[in-house]
Each structure stands twice: as structure tokens, then as C-alpha cells.
């Protein structure tokens, strides 16, 4: 399993993540490959099936970042998906999806280095996982 | 306080009783309808109607062992208005706890309905209702009743109950504004007429119904029905969960589902105007299956199978309140009530929530607390 590759698809809020991974960026910080970036307006327009597109298509892994509570710029949004979160995590489990493919993180606009000190803790936690499932299968 | 009245049953015919009952409910002056199942006249099968001329309660048989669609859907959309009358509603537990989910969805209300929830004996899927009922429509369901209420069960002549409702701990109507009990009574003398509302003791009052205690028996037969009815379930919860524990095995499960999509439609709390399923997010570019074909070396046609499944579960896992109507509308036998009443009960203990029990409770996706699930935070 040590040379398995991940693929995550993080999906990041303009306000806050994706700043942050803008930060990274500028200040020459490297975070692995394996993150797939999806830029969002919020996290509360992360839509379920989104989530669950990905990892049926075959995503060991699928983040959603954004602001800390309290700082969303849409006042809320990101309660909504740490609801959304909690609820998919109940019914992808009991298909066998194991619960840490479905990570949700707060990252700050600020927060570069963070940023890229969790992405490389993130693959890591995967490639632990092992592939998804669904990579393998025909999945109907 | 609740007020308890007594239906008399007269000639030891129940059917009868209850339709004069809601005949008394039509006739009174702020009733404007009546929505009850009826047996339809050109063909001998059942469906809710919405009556006004009282002379033809005469066909209403609101205890057929069958219920073709879930009564919610029909409900809301008869109060997605006001339309300046009280309408009385006849439904089951299941049906009155999925309009509880619509209603806290907008997209109907109580305003000017009367719920009269009769006690559920159970019921048939469509198919085998027509196999049982024969050409004796109103016959059947006495034959139905007799069985049921004397303990005999409800596998008559080869056909069993749906299992939807083998499961179902909810027999008494307990979200009604009057709860129309059977259970534990002497239904050769009496049916009970329960006031859960202010709403529905108003309405008891102006019938001027003899006030009674509720029985004794009562209480103890639903709560042995119930038991009875909670270890089937959980039987059923633990061989569904084992049946699909990993994407193979739900892939089995759901292997001749041909997306036709009836489940959603027969779904009372599918509550998506247009569902995203059949607009052209779906109608993926030929040169896109080729795509995921050749990635993949095969891929079922049609695709989104399992995709649309889980989609649905996430929709509406949390009101789904296990009426069985999708497995009843599946062309293909797939056991999915099975399936979404496993993970609803996940999703709905995930969120402390029981669809359609306490109107007072947002549905768990439409609100939110500064403090709480923090179990689904960070990366450590």
C-alpha cells in the first residue's frame, strides 16, 4: 500500500480556505498533489450529492473547509454543513464507507500554514485508509 | 384534558358505524369535505375521495387493508391554500405522521383540516389487496377486520400484510386531532372516539357523542401490539443492515432497480418540486458513458443508480416515517422500505428527531446550534 496515491476533493470556501490555500501558495508552503481543489462560494452550498458523487466516482477522501464558526461570511453557512456532514456520515457508514473519508475543518483566511500542515495530515489519514471501495468496483 | 367519547356499533357492523360517524362530521356546519378512502364505483378497488354529499360515505371504507398512495400527499395539496372551510381528513398513523413532516416543510397546513386517525389494522400492498379483496370489495375488508381484531392475523388466503406494516410500531393514530380506536375494544358494541386536540374536543362536543372512560384493554393490547410489532422491526433492521454493510452488497441490494424513479414519486415526504434526478443534470453527454465506461472497462446501464438512492437518503432519511409506500410502488419488488427505514433510523437518532411526531420540531437539516457536533470536526 506505501506507493497508493490518493485522490481528495476538497471543497473550499471563498472567504476563508481557499484563502487560505491561496496564502500557502504565496508563501512558497507545499501541500501534497493528492488535493483536489474545488473552489466554493460556502460551505453551506456543499450540497449532499456532491459529496456523495465524488466518492462513488471513485475519491478516497472528500474535505470541506471553511470559516471557523462564527466568521462564515454568509453569517451561518457553515453550521449548515457541519449538519450536513454529521447526517452523511450516518448513512455512508452503513454502506461501508469508513467515516474519515467525510472530513469537514474550519481553516481561516490567515491560516496558510495550518492549511498546508493539514493537508499533509489528511493524506496521510487516507493512505492509512487504504483506496476507496469504490475505485475497484462497478458501482451501479 | 382529553375527552373520550364512544361510538356505538350497531348490528355488529363497524363499517357502518364509522361511516354514520363521519357522516355526523359532514353534516355539521363548519365541515365544508371529507377526504376517506372510498370503494370507487366503476371498479372494485380503493382510493381516498373527496366527498361532500354525504350519500356517498355510503362506499367509504376507511379500514380496507390497503392504502394505494400515502393520504399526505393528497392532504397537502388540498390545504396548500386556504379555501375558506374546514375540510375533515380520514387517515393512518403513517399518513398523518408524513403530512406532520409536510406540513413543517410549508407545504401544506392544519389551518383547516380536522385529522381523524383511524386505528391501522394494516394493509396490503396494491397487488395483494386485489388478489384478496376478489369481487367483494366491502365483504373483504369485514373479513379483514374479523380476523385481525380476534387475533387471527392478517395472512388470509396466501396473502400477508406488507411488511412495511409487519414493522410499523405506530397502530394507534396518535398525531390525530381525534384518534378513532379499535385495538382492545368491544368493537361489537363500541369504537372509541379519542379528542387529542382542542381542535378535535370541539368537534366531539358539537356530535354530542356519549362521553366514556377509555377501556382498560385497551392499552394493554396496542401495548402488546407494539412490542410484538418492535421486534420484527429490529429483526429487520439487523438483516437489512447486514444485507447492505459494504457498497458490494448495497450494489447487490439495489442490482434490478432500472431508475424509474416510482419510489420517489410514491414517497410522501419526497418533497423536491422537481427532482433533480430527471432534469438535464442527468442527461449526461453519450460521449460521457463512453468516458466512464472505458475507465472503469464497464458500467451498468443506467447509471446513477445507487447515486440517486443515497441521494434520496439524504433528502429525506429524517422524515421518512416508513409508510412502505416505495416498496409498494417498486415495479421490481426491491425491498427499499427495508433499506431507508435502516439508515432514517441512523440519520434520525444521529439528530434526537422522530419524523412526524412533534409537529413543534424543526426538521433536523433546517436548523442548526452554534454548539454541538463537534465529532465531525478537524483533522487530527
Known amino acids: 500500500m506505501t506507493d497508493f496515491e490518493p485522490t481528495i476533493i476538497a471543497f473550499v470556501c471563498n472567504w476563508c480556505t481557499y484563502t487560505a490555500a491561496d496564502l500557502a501558495g504565496t508563501s512558497r508552503l507545499s501541500y501534497p498533489k493528492n488535493i483536489r481543489l474545488v473552489r466554493v462560494m460556502c460551505t453551506g452550498m456543499v450540497d449532499s450529492q456532491y459529496i456523495i458523487k465524488a466518492l462513488l466516482e471513485g475519491a478516497d477522501g472528500v474535505l470541506v473547509s471553511g470559516c471557523h464558526p462564527g466568521d462564515c461570511h454568509y453569517i451561518n453557512g457553515n453550521y449548515k454543513a457541519r449538519r450536513r456532514i454529521k447526517l452523511l456520515r450516518e448513512i455512508l457508514t452503513q454502506f461501508g464507507f469508513e467515516k474519515e473519508r467525510v472530513r469537514l475543518t474550519w481553516i481561516g483566511a490567515s491560516d496558510g500554514i495550518q492549511f498546508a500542515e493539514n493537508m499533509h495530515k489528511l493524506v496521510n489519514q487516507i493512505k492509512e485508509l487504504g483506496p476507496n471501495e469504490a475505485k475497484m468496483k462497478m458501482v451501479i | ?380
Not at chain 2, 363548519?30 to 360515505?57: E, G, R
Not at chain 2, 448495497?250 to 424509474?260: F, V
Request: with cysteine; charged share 25%.
Open chain 2, 1 to 380: 384534558m382529553a375527552k373520550t367519547a364512544n361510538i356505538e356499533v350497531k348490528n355488529q357492523d363497524i363499517l357502518k358505524s364509522l361511516r354514520e360517524f363521519f357522516r355526523s362530521v359532514l353534516q355539521l356546519e363548519d365541515i365544508s369535505a371529507i377526504l376517506v378512502p372510498l370503494h370507487l364505483p366503476m371498479k372494485n378497488v380503493v382510493m381516498p375521495a373527496l366527498i361532500t354529499d354525504p350519500v356517498h360515505l355510503d362506499d367509504a371504507d376507511p379500514l380496507a387493508p390497503v392504502f394505494p398512495m400515502n393520504g399526505a400527499k393528497l392532504v397537502s395539496r388540498l390545504t396548500r391554500k386556504p379555501v375558506g372551510g374546514k375540510i375533515a381528513v380520514v387517515l393512518r398513523s403513517c399518513e398523518i405522521r408524513a403530512y406532520v413532516e409536510l406540513v413543517k416543510l410549508k407545504q401544506g397546513t392544519t389551518d383547516e383540516t380536522v385529522i381523524l386517525g383511524t386505528d391501522c389494522l394494516g394493509a396490503y400492498n396494491n397487488k395483494d389487496y386485489l388478489k384478496f379483496a376478489g369481487d367483494d370489495g366491502k365483504g373483504s375488508t369485514v373479513r379483514f377486520c374479523e380476523s385481525v381484531l380476534s387475533g387471527k392475523g392478517a395472512a388470509i388466503n396466501g396473502v400477508d400484510m406488507a411488511t412495511a406494516c409487519k414493522v410499523c410500531e405506530y397502530p394507534v393514530a396518535d398525531g390525530a386531532d381525534i384518534s378513532i380506536g379499535l385495538l382492545g375494544m368491544d368493537t361489537k358494541k363500541n369504537l372509541m372516539a379519542k379528542a387529542l386536540t382542542l381542535k378535535g374536543e370541539e368537534l366531539l362536543n358539537s356530535l354530542g357523542l356519549p362521553q366514556a372512560g377509555e377501556s382498560g384493554t385497551r392499552k394493554a393490547v396496542v401495548e402488546s401490539l407494539v412490542a410484538e410489532r418492535k421486534t420484527c422491526r429490529d429483526k429487520m433492521f439487523a438483516q437489512t443492515s447486514e444485507a447492505t454493510g459494504s457498497l458490494e452488497k448495497l450494489t447487490t441490494y439495489l442490482a434490478n432497480c432500472i431508475n424509474c424513479y416510482n419510489c420517489r414519486v410514491a414517497c410522501p415526504v419526497c418533497y423536491c418540486k422537481e427532482c433533480v434526478f430527471v432534469t438535464d443534470v442527468f442527461n449526461h453527454e453519450p460521449s460521457q458513458y463512453l468516458q466512464w465506461a472505458r475507465r472503469k472497462g464497464v458500467i451498468k446501464m443506467p447509471t446513477d443508480t445507487i447515486f440517486y438512492h443515497i441521494t434520496r437518503m439524504a433528502h429525506i432519511s429524517t422524515a421518512c416515517v416508513g409508510c412502505g409506500q416505495c416498496s409498494n410502488a417498486c415495479p421490481n419488488d426491491i425491498p427499499v422500505m427495508e433499506l431507508f427505514r435502516t439508515v432514517a433510523r441512523r440519520t434520525q437518532k444521529a439528530f434526537d428527531y422522530e419524523a412526524g411526531k412533534n409537529p413543534e420540531q424543526a426538521p433536523p437539516l433546517s436548523e442548526f446550534r452554534e454548539q454541538e457536533l463537534s465529532d465531525v470536526v478537524g483533522i487530527n
